[in-house]
């Protein structure tokens, strides 16, 4: 079962020493909750946040193949050019974070490539104590974190450099309605867990 909700209460159980914490679900659980009752369970709970829609992930994607293959790159470069032109930083504890990599081709080749991170470089450029030459970059998070207004940012810049290039998109008023709706689901859930 995974569903949103609100935590309401915390308490400990005083005999058996143990947390009990209830919440109030958003949807009908009717249905699962007795295949569940007096069960070992796994519980995650995590904040909630609105994702955007399957379309848009798949529209991003379906986009951004026909822009590697009209600039002969692959996906994963044009992925992460993407992110470094309109994509978000990476922050911990309200800082952004950096890595160090070494500034050769080989160091730039493979940051432009790389799938399991994302990474955008700086001019800043220190000389190690052996001295090998390092840039650094700011860390991005991977598209898959992004809310809806994130990745309607993402978006409006991947169908900006297609049209440039000649490449079809979704006709304006589609592309406006997408994006409608985007907002409107977000100001749904907002309204919700309010």
């Not at 007096?38 to 946040?49: E, F």
């Not at 009209?70 to 890595?99: F, P």
């Not at 799938?115 to 650094?136: M, N, W």
Request: glycine share 6%; proline share 3%.
């Amino acid at each position: 079962m995974n569903c949103s909700g609100t935590l309401k209460s915390i308490s400990k159980n005083w005999i058996t020493h143990k947390w009990e914490v209830t919440f109030e679900i958003q949807e009908d659980i009717t249905h699962t909750v007795w295949e569940i009752a007096d069960k070992a369970l796994s519980i995650t709970i995590k904040k909630y946040r609105k994702r955007r829609s399957l379309d848009a992930n798949a529209y991003y994607w379906q986009l951004l193949s026909k822009l590697a293959e009209a600039n002969g790159i692959s996906k994963n470069r044009a992925h992460n050019i993407m992110l470094s032109r309109y994509g978000q930083m990476e922050e911990y504890d309200g800082h952004l974070v950096y890595v160090v990599v070494p500034d050769t081709p080989d160091g730039a080749e493979k940051a432009l490539e790389a799938e399991t991170y994302h990474i955008k470089p700086t001019s800043q450029v220190q000389k190690g104590a052996d001295g090998t030459l390092f840039r650094t970059y700011k860390m991005l998070r991977g598209s898959s974190t992004y809310d809806t207004k994130e990745m309607s940012y993402l978006i409006d810049g991947l169908v900006g450099e297609c049209r440039e290039l000649g490449i079809e998109t979704l006709p304006p008023r589609e592309l406006e309605r997408m994006m409608a709706v985007y907002e409107q689901n977000h100001n749904k859930s907002m309204r919700r867990t309010d």
